[in-house]
């Protein structure tokens, strides 16, 4: 069984409390086991960096640290969290940012998406596949800080990412070409400007309409929160209604491992992936 | 370059090079919310060129810039512009020059106080205060409790034990404020 370290972050305690359940489901399916980190606190996304940037590297420093003690890979599925943790582990390793805890950039910062996308876990997840995602339709909404920039992430198709259309493909899910796999849903301002986010949603949804698509998967808890839990109001924003799932890479993955809890994970929805999945005969 | 610039400002705190902005657009035209904005970003980094403190620091813009990175991948000069707005936001939150918008910076400084003093986000907990801050008490109330029957909304934080840390964290942070 091999050991990994885990930062859930905060969403994933909270209103993405699916993607925290499905990450830890598919990880035992696949002999993973997770270590939360002991004592972690937020990394201060996004408000820390918008603030002072010394503050934002000792948030991430301060977990990376914790995540050094023991050296093994550390799991983020957030992918606020992982950008403000490779910009701290940037700092550290090529500006030699001092810092006040003790950490050296030696911890492999994996962002889950890219992880479970690993050959390795691929192999075995076509392996262990036990219901095909058959005759599922799905776009794959990567967002932005998943493949950017670029040199953070290591993406080099960062304009047009194709791994998660990959693990689709696996899963036996049929990822259909879309124009809007990295335009932003302006997560960083539901709070604060909603309208922006009705209107960059709005068009995602839309375009997500038009390709046909049954679902829209997502690996970012802020994305899908956008998306999943204000379909109303994107809706009545472009003129359109909207009754389009949004689901985590990572229930997807559970439902073709098959997972017992899958249909747990799903219920946490404001958007019912229930309906969709079962006229495919997939719950 | 005049020292006190807020071109050498920006220069020193963010590490990029505005000068070599040679105004192609790529930038804005790629800008997800350049819609909303006040000041294109390609306008901000010629602003930044010419001195114009006030009209960066209290733009509308550097407030509605999301942080998508889309930017600061296709500049043509390796600018990273979204880097440059974070540090715009920095400057412009110690130049005590009114801001464009008024809640972001709002919710910045009550999302910073929920990590202060939780350690973590406690969702609800922040909402309530920027609630009580914007006195805008109504807005996603119908959201809020579908969310809740849907088993999304944690009612109290969870315990941490990094509270001296954090502390100390935010002690440096205030001390720099100040200065």
Sequence with gaps: MKEVSYYPGCSLHGTAREYDESIRGVSELLGLQLHELEDWTCCGASSAHCTDEALAIDLAARNLAIAEKSRRELLVPCVACYSRFKVAEKEVKEHSAKLRFSYQGNVPIRYSLDFFCDESILEQVKKKRVKPLKGLRVVCYYGCLTVRPPQLTGIKKYEDPVHMDRLMEILGAEPIPWSYKTDCCGASLVMTRTDIVRRLGGKLLSMAKEAEADCLVTGCPMCHSNLDTRQDELGKEVGDNFDIPILYFSELMGLALGHKDAKKWFGHHITDPIKVLSAKGLV | ?179
């Design chain 2, 1 to 179: 370059m005049n020292s006190n610039s807020l071109l050498s400002e920006v220069a020193q705190v963010s590490g990029e090079k505005v000068q070599a902005c040679y105004q192609c657009q790529k930038c804005s035209a790629g800008c997800p919310v350049a819609y909303a904005m006040d000041i294109l970003p390609n306008q901000v980094l010629r602003h930044i060129q010419y001195d114009h403190r006030e009209k960066v620091l209290g733009s509308k813009t550097i407030w509605i810039c999301a942080s998508c990175y889309a930017c600061s991948v296709r500049c043509p000069n390796n600018i990273d512009i979204a880097r440059i707005m974070d540090t715009l936001r920095e400057i412009a939150n110690r130049s005590g020059i009114k801001p464009g918008e008024k809640d972001v910076p709002v919710f910045h400084s009550v999302f910073l106080d929920t990590i202060k003093s939780k350690g973590r986000i406690h969702e609800l907990s922040l909402i309530l205060q920027f609630k009580i801050k914007t006195r805008d008490f109504f807005k996603d109330a119908s959201l809020g409790l579908k969310m809740y029957r849907k088993g999304k909304i944690k009612l109290f934080p969870s315990k941490f034990g990094g509270g001296k840390e954090i502390k100390e964290i935010f002690n440096s942070f205030e001390k720099r404020e100040v200065k």
